[in-house]
């Protein structure tokens, strides 16, 4: 091998540098393909081809690389030197690039994913290896110089997709939140529906802590079955119906032969009447003797009931504090009960935040003290205070306390930046 000058054996150490970085950069993301598509394709035979390929291309750039530019490198003067210096980047470079796969913060950026600066992160560990390997001292410290400062500055290029800042506001915006319209507050004997901000701190939706302190709801549905679909069950439980509601239920025969049935869900009469077997169920929540004795007194729906197409069979009943209504599937008649007692949306609580001008238009809420003004709409009634631009309303069911709403809306207070960022995910994720 002749000698060559100082100018000249710059240019090979920059050029042989240059194509080892290219061939991690590009390559390794091909022969990956490579390897991927050969593991899909064909099973394992089919990737040991493909891996054997992929190693085979890497090893015979990186081999004429070395061979081109052999003065730069101290093991170019011959082909064995030559070929371990073609092994020793692919092996050394290739556990590198793993390592700083495994400990990227962004690893998808190290296999190209991430536009060109996420290509040049590829082919540092290898360029890395070559610049050891360079001729000379001053050469392996000039080039192993020139790939840190490469190697920094690809740190700090932005990927082709641009990371999204991990602060308050970015987290706000992912979420679609508007800081200004959170307040959260806690009430004694209340759990928000989220908990988000914890057990008892929160915002929107409250319900009782105690199951038992949230009312049942109170309906009953009337639905007649063809008889000729009727079986006999088990259990002394007589005919039933399959599909209804107490196909499966308990049973037990009271003293004057009535069969009362009773699931999980609902409880309930079947009653024969001419050509069908009339199922009466409610819920849970309304008292038996209720049920009892709607299946005692039900009548054919007459059209002026308003339910039904002509020549459809329904049965229904007039029950005092019940409303009347249609059951679709199956066809029926359904009676709810008009308490607004009896609902468990008569015990809820409402935080509420917004920028109306008058939240009580077009009706209006008596001054309070504190700040506060009464508010009563329909089944709710609650506690308005204006904060700042905002308006903070806590409203709640019949069912609830007057004094727990008002402390409540007085409670009420802006979400803090430790508790949104506790809450939030990083919009990064």
Request: proline share 7%.
């Amino acid at each position: 091998m002749g000698e060559v000058d100082g100018g000249e054996r710059a240019a090979l150490v920059v050029g042989q540098l240059a194509a080892v970085w290219a061939i991690g950069a590009a390559g390794l993301p091909v022969a990956a393909g490579l390897v991927f598509l050969a593991a899909y394709s064909g099973g394992t035979g089919a990737l040991a081809v493909g891996v054997l390929v992929a190693l085979a291309a890497i090893g015979g750039l990186l081999w004429l690389t070395v061979k081109g530019t052999a003065a730069a490198s101290v093991l170019g003067a011959t082909t064995a030197g030559q070929v371990v210096w073609a092994l020793l980047v692919a092996v050394a470079g290739g556990v590198l690039w793993g390592l700083w796969w495994s400990m990227s913060d962004n690893p998808e950026g190290m296999l190209g994913k991430g536009g060109a600066p996420g290509l040049l992160v590829n082919g540092l560990p290898f360029a890395a290896v070559a610049g050891v390997l360079l001729r000379g001292w001053p050469a392996r410290l000039a080039g192993t110089g020139v790939v840190a400062v490469a190697a920094v500055l690809t740190a700090v290029t932005p990927t082709g997709r641009p990371a999204a800042p991990d602060d308050l506001s970015a987290r706000l915006d992912r979420a679609r939140l508007d800081r200004e319209l959170l307040y959260v507050v806690s009430i004694p004997g209340y759990r928000p529906s989220s908990d988000m901000f914890g057990d008892d701190l929160g915002t929107g939706t409250f319900m009782p802590v105690d199951p038992l302190a949230i009312p049942g709801l109170r309906w009953i549905t009337i639905i007649a079955f063809d008889r000729a679909t009727a079986v006999q069950q088990s259990g002394g439980c007589g005919e039933g119906v399959p599909g209804s509601v107490l196909e499966t239920a308990a049973c037990t025969t009271e003293p004057d032969g009535w069969v009362y049935r009773r699931t999980g869900v609902e409880h309930g009469y079947q009653v024969v009447v001419g050509a069908h077997l009339v199922v009466v169920s409610g819920t849970q929540a309304v008292p038996r003797e209720v049920v009892r004795g709607v299946a005692g007194t039900m009548r054919r729906a007459r059209p002026e009931d308003g339910f039904g197409a002509p020549g459809q069979v329904l049965f229904t009943a007039d029950v005092p504090g019940y409303g009347m209504y249609g059951h679709d599937a199956p066809p029926g008649i359904m009676l709810q009960s008009r308490d607004p007692h009896a609902t468990p949306e008569s015990v809820r609580i409402e935080v509420l935040v917004d920028r109306f001008d008058d939240p009580c238009a077009p009706a209006t809420c008596p001054e309070d003290g504190d700040g506060l003004r009464y508010h009563e709409i329909q089944d709710l009634h609650g506690y308005v205070i204006r904060r700042g631009a905002v308006n903070v309303s806590v409203l709640g069911g019949v069912g609830v306390d007057r004094a727990v709403l008002r402390r409540a809306a007085l409670d009420a207070r802006p979400v803090t930046e430790e508790e949104l960022l506790r809450a939030l995910p990083p919009a990064s994720k």
